[in-house]
């Protein structure tokens, strides 16, 4: 079992910055992808930002060129470097997890944070 606790969301205005973090603990061992999801209100759930421990990374249309997806060497901490944001940025944001080195495969989830841009 992994777990997952995110930080740092907050309200900023529009074209400010936010960094969120995302530590595991547990069987972090079985980690291979880690990225992070967002959902606002009466909006699917959608993909933000992926990493896998293979190096890819990849990111949502939406935010490329704005966000950035790292972690750190003992690959059980995520950040997402949140720049230029915008009021359709609003959203809870959550961390993801899975053993599998494939875009998008969320097995293990977060709470969540919120993140609330004011235009």
């Known amino acids: 079992q992994v777990q997952l606790v995110e930080s740092g969301g907050g309200l900023v205005q529009a074209g400010g910055s936010l960094r969120l973090s995302c530590t595991a603990s547990g069987s972090i061992f079985s980690i291979n992808n880690m990225g992070w999801y967002r959902q606002a209100p009466g909006q699917q759930r959608e993909l933000v930002a992926g990493i896998i421990r293979d190096g890819r990374v990849n990111y949502s249309d939406s935010v490329k060129g704005r966000f950035t997806i790292s972690i750190n060497n003992a690959w059980n901490t995520v950040y997402l470097q949140m720049n230029g944001l915008k009021s359709e940025d609003t959203a809870v944001y959550y961390c993801?997890?899975?053993?599998?080195?494939?875009?998008?495969?969320?097995?293990?989830w977060g709470q969540g944070t919120q993140v609330t841009v004011s235009s």
């Open positions: 993801t997890a899975s053993r599998l080195r494939v875009a998008g495969t969320a097995t293990y």
